[in-house]
Every structure is written in structure tokens, then in C-alpha cells.
């Protein structure tokens, strides 16, 4: 598969230390980074398994599964691993509050028929283009909307750490001064060092409670029948509530969309290659809801993009997607050994709060970056109103004692996260408010004229090739 070189850049030289061909490192140390990027998606991978009521073996190997497709279809260029995803948990709440068995199936039809939206967005940058809609995403939307995704994810990252503050500042400790004071390998695998080092710590503190460890096989089978949607249509298929979850849940893949785009614009500024021209994100956005769609169809949750391993990205600078997929085969091959999954499930909350407190932290910092790097003006009105307000409504909306925004549309409960009612604002804004900068306008008119303008999200990039 091709690599994240044929990529057109941001419009900035390559750090030099960027690692875009991991080979060049040798197979021992690729290894070695696949590891880092699979222990830094676990702990929240995991987590929604835990919420749910979902299998945890079933959540492994489809987020495996599903960052290869993802990757297959993205011609392998983008570094993204895919977990689990956190929007659709009020959807599986909604349905199976208590994460009953029999209802959980429900569910996760209704997650699937969400992945279908996912198609349908897709056709449209497919017919119309990226760089038509792409406009209505510049770097004063995208950056503000990248920071929040940081920001919003942090309070779970405090609350992580103050389950056990001397471990989580082992972990703390350990990554910053492999970061920054180490050498060679050290310095580019801080995060799996962190997690080691901060469970080892956390082990001797004697917070770690390893009897499910014991419990638990060597091998298994991480999917059972009972547990997919397929085992639903039967004598006992309820058509009612089939349809329920369908209306209840659909509607969540909107503000998981924009989320993905936001994604995309981080992942992009992170490696200094704009995966939005290519593969493009008609290609992204297809990966991302065929996987969804397939893991929830055999009982796992819902897919996403991962901020986390989007953080180990910056941190590490190994930028080549080889790395995520062995991380991805890892995910997989473990996902057959309870005792493994086991293993990651009795790791303490400390642990992964000390991890996640920096790679959250990283996430907003590439928001910053998206922001400096293309010399976004806050001189003017428009550009502070535009980030003023996404940044105080899907932080102060995600803060909210609801967590977002409910209302009823025909009887059906629909509620939309702080980071989708910024971002819709935000892009809404940026189409009203007048004094665009130049690169940025061109009305509808211009810009059925207009295929080679360049990307908003690439400054000075320009006459780049776009996906077949």
C-alpha cells in the first residue's frame, strides 16, 4: 500500500525528525511502535465495552478488523486506528439501560443503520468534491473544533487520575522525561513505557486487583451468536423496538461525522499531510461506517477515529500507517486471548488517566497548531467570534449537567453533543459572517468554476491532486 508520502503536505517543510517510513527503523522497532499504538487506544477502547454491557474480546477484535478496512479503503495513508466510539453510548443506554442482553442487539442495529449515514456523506464528497465542501471548513473552524476535542475529553482524564494521583504521575513522569531526556528508542515509545512503568507502580501500590486475570482462559472465541444482530431475526423479533432503536440511534452519526472530519484535520496537521485531498474523505468517511457497520452487526460498538493515537502521533513523530496496522493485528490476535483482555481490563483507572492526560493534551495542542500554521487573523471580528463561540459551546455544552442539547422531534428524543452544536455554529458562521479571507470565499457561483482551488486546510498549497 502506498505510504503517507504521496500525500500532499499542509504547506509546510517535514519536521526532521518525522518518521514517515517506519521500515527504515527496522521490523523489531515497528513492532515495538504497533504495541505503543494499541496500548494507547485501550484504555478508552475498552471502556465502552465496560459501560455497555457490550463484549470486550468482541470490541478488540472489530476495532482491529475495522482500522484494516478503514485503512484498505484509505489506500493505506492514513495513520488512524478506529475504537471504540463514545457518541453512540446514550443511544446503547436508551435501548438496553442496563445492558441487558436480550436488548443489546437492539442496539446495535440501530448503530448499524447510523453507519449507513456515514455512505451516504461519503457519495456526496465523492460527487461533489472536497474542495466545494471543504470550504465550509477552514482552519477558524477546524482548529477551535480540534482544541475542543482535546478539552472535552480531559475531565475523564482527571477523573482517571484521581482515583490514584502519585500512579497517574508516575505515568506523567515517565512519558515527559522519555520524551524529552531519552534517547534512541526511549525517546520515541514514551507512551508504552508509561503505561508499563505506571502499572508495574500501580501493581506495588496494591490497587490492582489481578483475580480476573486468573479467572480467565488463554484462548476463546471473541464473538458469540446470541450477541449479534443476525440472532434477532426470529420467532421473537421485535419489530417495534427494532425500529425504535433505529430512529433513537440514527440521528447520533451526524454529529459523529462531524467529529470525523475534525479528526481528519487534526490527523492531517499532526503528519503535515492533507488526507482530506488524499485519499480524500469520501474514502475516510466510507472506511469509518463500514467498519461501524460491521462490528455493530456482530455485537461490537461503533467505530471512530481515535484521538489517542492520534496523540501518540505528535509525541512520537512516526507518522507511517504501517505502524497502526500492526497495531491493528495486535488488537486482533489478542482479542482471541481472554486472559489478555482480562489483563487490560483490571488496569487501573490511575493508570489510563495519566496516559490520557497527556495524549488529550496533545489533541488541543495540534488545534493551536492547525491555528499558527495558517496564520489565522484574530485581528478580525469574525475569526474571534467564530472560535469564541465554538469553543464556549462545546465546552460549555459537554460541562452541562445534560451533556448536550435534548429535544423531541416526533416523539423521538434527539440529543446533540457540545462538539456538534459548536461545529454546526461554527461552520454556520463561517458562511455568514462577511470578511472571509482571501482562499476561504467564492460563493457557491465561483465555486462550481473553481475545482483547483486549493484546500482551506493547507494555507499555501496549491493545484493538488484529488482521490480517484
Known amino acids: 500500500m502506498s505510504d503517507t508520502k504521496t500525500v500532499p503536505t499542509m504547506g509546510a517543510d517535514d ?23 494499541m496500548f494507547a487506544m485501550f484504555g478508552a477502547t475498552i471502556l465502552v465495552p465496560t459501560l455497555t454491557g457490550l463484549s470486550v474480546s468482541a470490541t478488540l477484535l472489530f476495532a482491529g478488523l475495522g482500522t484494516l478496512l478503514f485503512h484498505f479503503l484509505a489506500k493505506g495513508k492514513v495513520p488512524a486506528f478506529l475504537g471504540s466510539s463514545f457518541a453512540f453510548i446514550a443511544g446503547y443506554a436508551a435501548i438496553a439501560p442496563n445492558g441487558e442482553a436480550a436488548l443489546l442487539p437492539y442496539a446495535c442495529l440501530g448503530v448499524a443503520c447510523a453507519g449507513l449515514l456515514y455512505l451516504i456523506v461519503s457519495a456526496l464528497f465523492k460527487v461533489f468534491g472536497p474542495q466545494r465542501i471543504m470550504r465550509f471548513f477552514p482552519p477558524v473552524v477546524t482548529g477551535p473544533i480540534v482544541i475542543c476535542i482535546g478539552l472535552i475529553l480531559a475531565p475523564s482524564a482527571i477523573a482517571n487520575c484521581e482515583t ?3 500512579v497517574a504521575l508516575v505515568a506523567i513522569a515517565i512519558i515527559v522525561i522519555s520524551n524529552i531526556w531519552g534517547r534512541g528508542m526511549i525517546r520515541i515509545i514514551p507512551i508504552l513505557l508509561g503505561v508499563i512503568g505506571s502499572y508495574v507502580a500501580a501493581a506495588f501500590a496494591g490497587v490492582v486487583d489481578f483475580q480476573p486475570v486468573a479467572d480467565a482462559a488463554w484462548i476463546g472465541l471473541p464473538v458469540l451468536w446470541d450477541n449479534t444482530v443476525f440472532a434477532l431475526f426470529g420467532p421473537n423479533f421485535d419489530a417495534g423496538l427494532a425500529i425504535t432503536a433505529i430512529i433513537t440511534i440514527m440521528p447520533l452519526a451526524f454529529a459523529t461525522i462531524i467529529e470525523h472530519i475534525g479528526d481528519m484535520s487534526a490527523i492531517s496537521s499532526t503528519c503535515n499531510r492533507n488526507f482530506i485531498a488524499e485519499p480524500g474523505l469520501h474514502r475516510t468517511l466510507l472506511g469509518d461506517g463500514l467498519a461501524t457497520i460491521v462490528a455493530s452487526l456482530f455485537g461490537a460498538p461503533a467505530n471512530t477515529t481515535y484521538g489517542e493515537n492520534t496523540g501518540v502521533l505528535a509525541l512520537t513523530r512516526v507518522f507511517d500507517p504501517r505502524v497502526v496496522r500492526i497495531a491493528a493485528c495486535f488488537a486482533i490476535l489478542f482479542s482471541f486471548c481472554p486472559k489478555f483482555a482480562a489483563v487490560i481490563s483490571c ?64 416523539g423521538v428524543t434527539v440529543a446533540l453533543s457540545g462538539l456538534a452544536v459548536g461545529s454546526v455554529v461554527g461552520i454556520l458562521l463561517n458562511i455568514i459572517l462577511p470578511g472571509k479571507e482571501e482562499g476561504w470565499d467564492g460563493g457557491l457561483a465561483a465555486e462550481a468554476e473553481a475545482d483547483d482551488v486549493p484546500l482551506p486546510l493547507e494555507a499555501e498549497v496549491t493545484n493538488l491532486p484529488i482521490a480517484d
Open 15 to 37: 519536521a526532521p525528525d518525522a518518521v514517515y517510513d517506519a521500515r527504515t527503523l527496522g521490523a523489531p522497532k515497528m513492532t515495538i511502535f504497533g504495541i505503543q499504538h
Open 164 to 166: 490514584n494521583w502519585p
Open 347 to 410: 488496569m487501573p483507572a490511575c493508570v489510563i488517566g495519566g496516559v490520557s492526560l497527556v495524549l488529550y493534551g496533545m489533541i488541543s495542542a495540534v488545534g493551536i497548531r492547525n491555528l499558527v500554521e495558517n496564520h489565522v487573523d484574530f485581528m478580525m471580528s469574525r475569526n474571534v467570534l467564530i472560535t469564541a463561540l465554538i469553543l464556549v459551546l462545546s465546552l460549555g455544552i459537554a460541562s452541562s449537567a445534560a451533556g448536550a442539547i435534548v429535544f423531541e422531534v416526533g
